[in-house]
T-cell receptor, first 111, second 115 residues
Framework: QKEVEQNSGPLSVPEGAIASLNCTYSDRGSQSFFWYRQYSGKSPELIMSIYSNGDKEDGRFTAQLNKASQYVSLLIRDSQPSDSATYLCAVNPPGNNRLAFGKGNQVVVIP | DAGVTQSPTHLIKTRGQQVTLRCSPKSGHDTVSWYQQALGQGPQFIFQYYEEEERQRGNFPDRFSGHQFPNYSSELNVNALLLGDSALYLC??????????????FGPGTRLLVL
């Protein structure tokens, strides 16, 4: 079982729509969760961090965490062409200083 | 406020050679982590340096080694390069507060191509 899984294929959404990304993790004791955005050829850029169950909103982005079900999601509202990128889910496993990353989900926003 | 910087941006080497990559952390940060990202994959943790010592290591062979200097900057060395070492190498810096590591921020990366 992979530490962090992002199973969805490329996601195409029309401009102005909501993009929804999901991520599951294997270690129930994990406490810190992150979403990074990575444009093609660039390095990951932090979008959101979340540590407690529930929702956390920052502008057009909302992260949702459900520790009982071991999943974390990211919603992008009013999607813009500039949101077209790969979104990486990262988890800080307990007792670890490293981040474990999922494979990433590509989002394409169609004007 | 300077962010994380890495050098060089691109590098081409041949099999068997050795390479050194460099990273300067974000101002105020004291911890440097290195990751390898192959095409189409998420970053994989190589190791982390804190207080000039290797604090944790991922599942990478001994050909991968590193160092952290008193000014918190860091180097990643890879010996006996293999074709499979071709990847984007990312440095991330963070701050340890009361034993707890805060959020990691990534530098622009070094793209290594091994021929």
């Amino acid at each position: 079982q992979k530490e962090v899984e992002q199973n969805s294929g490329p996601l195409s959404v029309p401009e102005g729509a909501i993009a929804s990304l999901n991520c599951t993790y294997s270690d129930r004791g994990s406490q810190s969760f992150f979403w990074y955005r990575q444009y093609s050829g660039k390095s990951p850029e932090l979008i959101m961090s979340i540590y407690s169950n529930g929702d956390k909103e920052d502008g057009r982005f909302t992260a949702q965490l459900n520790k009982a079900s071991q999943y974390v999601s990211l919603l992008i509202r009013d999607s813009q062409p500039s949101d077209s990128a790969t979104y990486l889910c990262a988890v800080n496993p307990p007792g670890n200083n490293r981040l474990a990353f999922g494979k990433g989900n590509q989002v394409v926003v169609i004007p | 406020d300077a962010g994380v910087t890495q050098s060089p941006t691109h590098l081409i080497k041949t099999r068997g050679q050795q390479v050194t990559l460099r990273c300067s952390p974000k101002s105020g940060h004291d911890t440097v982590s290195w990751y390898q990202q192959a095409l189409g994959q998420g970053p994989q943790f190589i190791f982390q340096y804190y207080e000039e010592e290797e604090r944790q290591r991922g599942n990478f062979p001994d050909r991968f080694s590193g160092h952290q200097f008193p000014n918190y900057s860091s180097e990643l060395n890879v010996n006996a390069l293999l074709l499979g070492d071709s990847a984007l190498y990312l440095c991330a810096s963070s701050l340890v507060v009361a034993g707890y590591q805060e959020t990691q921020y990534f530098g622009p990366g070094t793209r290594l191509l091994v021929l």
